[in-house]
Nanobody, 124 residues
Framework: QVQLVESGGGLVQAGGSLRLSCAAS????????MGWFRQAPGKEREFVVA????????YYAESVKGRFTISRGNARNTVYLQMNNLKPEDTAIYYC?????????????????WGQGTQVTVSS
């Protein structure tokens, strides 16, 4: 059973930084592509970023390119999302996701397993 637990969310001022973590268990971590999605109030969940199984390829939504960085530590079964230069429009619940299939088509990738989410709030 795949389990994903996010942490690191919080309240930050515009221009600030946060680092989210997603700890995975219950599966062979290196066999899964990982990613992050977010959902703002009143909006649909949207793709943010994904990383392939080996950590050699990443795919970003245009809205976060140059500001967010995804990485994975396969030895620690953890995926990270470093978020810099945060904007009020980044405010959302951020969800970690895992799937066997690679994110070859970028933002069309969808997770099969999900964490419970962590709140990120950016004040102006």
């Amino acid at each position: 059973q795949v389990q994903l637990v996010e942490s690191g969310g919080g309240l930050v001022q515009a221009g600030g930084s946060l680092r989210l973590s997603c700890a995975a268990s219950g599966h062979t971590f290196s066999s899964y592509a990982m990613g992050w999605f977010r959902q703002a109030p009143g909006k649909e969940r949207e793709f943010v970023v994904a990383i392939n199984r080996s950590g050699t390829s990443t795919y970003y939504a245009e809205s976060v390119k140059g500001r967010f960085t995804i990485s994975r530590g396969n030895a620690r079964n953890t995926v990270y999302l470093q978020m810099n230069n945060l904007k009020p429009e980044d405010t959302a619940i951020y969800y970690c996701a895992a799937a066997i299939r690679e994110p070859t088509y970028g933002s069309r990738w969808r997770g099969d397993h999900w964490g419970q989410g962590t709140q990120v709030t950016v004040s102006s």
